[in-house]
């Protein structure tokens, strides 16, 4: 059962379905003024393909890999990774002039996005983050702690050099394969442990909320359910669950927005292809205009975030939808095949992470993200001499 949670087709039409059902419940009179029931049916569909392929994807080949989580006689106890991951940081925070974190610590201004060495960061970012996805799976084959070594370092770097995103794309992959590999029986108690600190994640998430909106300039506490136009249910709840309700949907609402307002089919192929399908490292020198010919409608400047459906409706609008849905199949069907013998959990955690982070945004032209699959594919396999490079 715990397999579903390393099932990108599964975890995709799961996400959008409680998204669908969430935003259509009309828990926020802000989104009355967005639904467009041509692209309900196209999600729909797109759902039901996703929970009907990850269903197939789940029955012939998770279920019936019977390696997936015993050890492997093959796997090399030296690496090159903890190595590469110390210089790299090294370089980019001797070209940066300081560590992030205590540079910040003591005032200075700093921006991540404009953090390392030109063109070796992105690389190095996608390298740090296969690292610690390929040797988290190796502890979990092997149970020997030295593979835990660049997991750990991964997670100090993103911290220091400031990157949540990069953090995120780290953790949530390595807690999906944790998850997935455990084998205590879940029982009741479990469940309870879960939903309590759940609650107490909701709650607390609410409270940081709050806490920036009042230090942003608005006088009351509960500033977000005005902002959102909560429904009256969530009056005598603790903020934090329409906190949730509102990061979750948002996005969602404004891809509706789009088509609701016109907003759609404002490009070619050729524009398509720039903002929804190449990684932003390509994108930003064959297009570097297209932030600024093709922006987003939002629904209140404070949510701000679109799913990664909406620029390929923007740009080339419903046939840019059933593409973008296209290249998101072909992605996961061919990585996985790449890797069906070779460190598939790590395939399909990183997979599904990026599955669910689709009702946010674009992963797959985040370059880190795009190079952190590509590198578990092909360097986790490398050699030189007798250690891996990875």
């Given at each position: ?7 990108p ?21 802000l ?11 196209i ?5 039901v393909?996703?929970?009907f ?30 190595s ?18 205590f ?11 404009q ?10 970012m ?12 190796r ?40 998850i997935?590999s455990?084998?205590?029986?879940i ?8 939903g ?10 609410g409270?940081?909320g709050?806490?920036?909106?009042l230090?942003?300039g ?28 509102l ?9 509706m ?9 404002q ?6 292809l ?14 570097p205009t ?7 409608i ?35 069907f061919l ?7 070779s ?6 955690a ?35 001499g ?5």
């Amino acid at each position: 059962m715990r397999k579903i949670l390393i099932n990108p087709f599964l975890m995709f039409g799961l996400t959008f379905l409680y998204v669908f059902i969430s935003f259509n419940m009309g828990l926020s009179d802000l989104y009355l003024k967005t639904n467009d029931y041509s692209l309900n049916l196209i999600f729909a569909c797109f759902i039901v393909m996703c929970l009907f392929l990850g269903g197939v994807y789940h029955l012939t080949l998770l279920s019936r890999n019977k390696n997936l989580f015993q050890t492997s006689q093959s796997i090399s106890k030296r690496t090159f990774s903890n190595s590469i991951l110390i210089v790299g940081f090294i370089l980019e925070c001797a070209n940066n002039g300081g560590v992030p974190l205590f540079l910040v610590l003591k005032g200075a201004v700093y921006d991540y996005t404009q953090f390392g060495i030109k063109t070796f960061h992105v690389f190095y970012m996608g390298y740090l983050s296969a690292s610690a996805i390929i040797n988290f799976e190796r502890y979990l084959l092997t149970r020997s702690k030295y593979y835990l070594i660049a997991p750990l370092l991964a997670v100090i770097i993103t911290i220091l050099i400031l990157n949540r995103g990069a953090l995120l794309l780290i953790l949530f992959p390595i807690a999906l394969m944790y998850i997935a590999s455990l084998r205590v029986k879940i029982k009741i108690k479990h469940f309870t442990l879960i939903g309590a600190m759940l609650i107490a994640v909701i709650v607390g998430f609410g409270i940081l909320g709050d806490k920036r909106l009042l230090s942003s300039g608005y006088e009351e506490a509960d500033a977000i359910l005005k902002i959102g136009e909560a429904s009256p249910v969530f009056e005598n709840l603790p903020t934090g669950f329409f906190w949730v309700y509102l990061y979750s949907t948002s996005p969602f609402a404004n891809l509706m927005l789009q088509a609701n307002q016109g907003n759609f089919n404002q490009g070619d192929i050729g524009d398509f292809l720039a903002t929804s399908i190449y990684p932003d490292f390509i994108s930003k020198y064959t297009n570097p205009t297209m932030d600024e010919r093709f922006s987003l409608i939002k629904i209140t400047p404070e949510l701000n975030v679109g799913t990664a459906f909406c620029m390929p409706l923007i740009t080339f609008g419903i046939a840019g939808l059933i593409m973008y849905f296209a290249w998101f199949l072909i992605f996961n069907f061919l990585f996985i095949w790449l890797n069906k013998n070779s460190y598939l959990l790590s395939t399909a955690a990183t997979l599904t992470s990026i599955a669910i982070f689709l009702s946010f945004n674009n992963m797959l032209t985040f370059s880190s993200c795009v190079l952190q699959i590509i590198f578990i594919t092909v360097f986790s396999r490398l050699r030189c001499g007798r250690k891996m490079v990875m």
